[in-house]
């Protein structure tokens, strides 16, 4: 069994592009979880921290500073790649930033309706 989740990169050309990738789910890691078998492997990961978006929140020019695994955990949000591709995303969902390049910001987010995005960032490296 797989996850999907979407992912956010430089495309090697000075701007951004969307991804996405399989997060495998195996059976029988772990007796921690017994109400939930399915678990993917481990992954490390350096620090983590919250935070929230207002309703109307609108960005341009953003890049990541670090690798990291995003968990929107309320409201919904839009992102657009330099390439004007959109995904939109709402609870739940899960993006791995990977946009690193600092020198070609080029990430676009905004916060949709009137609910505040708040945001789980587990920063990877």
Known sequence: MAMRITTFSNDGKGGTQFGHEEINLNVGLSDFLATSPMMSSAQPCKRYFFTELPPGYASSKDFSSRRQLCVLLSGE??????????????????LRLDDTDYENPSREIRVIGDQVARILAVQLD
């Open 77 to 94: 949000v839009e992102l657009r790649s330099s390439a004007g591709d959109v995904e939109r995303l709402s609870a739940g969902a899960v």
